[in-house]
Antibody
């Protein structure tokens, strides 16, 4: 069974930084593209970033490009999201997501989410 | 950006009823469309991908159809556990994936 266990929630000030982590198990981590998807409180879903199996080609949503960095450590089956220059509007539940085996663009397995609150 | 529009925003239905949810794309996404179900306090769950292929373990009462800009998710006979929010997602415009705003199924 696939498990994606995420780090705990945190409160950070505007302009601050934060690193999210996600520990994967139950599948061959280095064979899959991974994503971060977020959900603001009471709102819908927004794709944030993806990273290919080898970590070589990250892509970002326009709303976070230049501020967030996705990375992975295949030796530790872990996914990360470095978040800098945080804004109020970055407040959301951040999900670590494994892609589907047939297409890297479908979100198959989801972590439980990490609540990031950006507040002064 | 491809805008995904779901309708209706909320649907009140009774258990056992057949229900159809709609999703429209602002431009063609071919068949690169997925549906997700989200219950309160839980992450989304993949139901359908490639517009009509059920994900592993998804009951046969869930079916998807459509292509281009118009898509539907049909639940043939609503069970109590199906009351949730449903999202569509396009993945034709890689990697600028976008979701609809969701349709909430509530008990009538």
């Amino acid at each position: 069974e696939v498990y994606l266990v995420q780090s705990g929630g945190v409160v950070v000030h505007p302009g601050g930084s934060l690193r999210l982590s996600c520990a994967a198990s139950g599948f061959t981590f280095d064979e899959y593209t991974m994503h971060w998807v977020r959900q603001a409180p009471g709102k819908g879903l927004e794709w944030v970033a993806l990273i290919n199996w080898d970590g070589e080609n990250p892509y970002y949503a326009d709303s976070v490009r230049g501020r967030f960095t996705i990375s992975r450590d295949n030796s530790k089956n872990s996914l990360f999201l470095q978040m800098n220059s945080l804004r109020i509007e970055d407040t959301a539940l951040y999900y670590c997501v494994k892609c589907h085996s047939e297409t890297t663009s479908v979100f198959d397995n989801w972590g439980q989410g990490t609540l990031v609150t950006v507040s002064s | 950006e491809i805008v995904m529009t779901q309708s209706p925003a909320t649907l009140s239905v009774s258990p056992g009823e057949r229900v159809t949810l709609s999703c429209r794309a602002s431009q063609s996404v071919s068949s690169r469309l997925a549906w997700y179900q989200q219950k309160p306090g839980q992450p989304p769950r993949l139901l359908i991908y490639a517009a009509s292929t059920r994900a592993t373990g998804i009951p046969a009462r869930f079916s998807g159809s459509g292509s281009g800009t118009e898509f539907t998710l049909t639940i043939s006979s609503l069970q109590s556990e199906d009351f949730a929010v449903y999202y569509c997602q396009q993945y034709n415009n890689w990697p600028s994936y976008t979701f609809g705003q969701g349709t909430k199924l509530e008990i009538k």
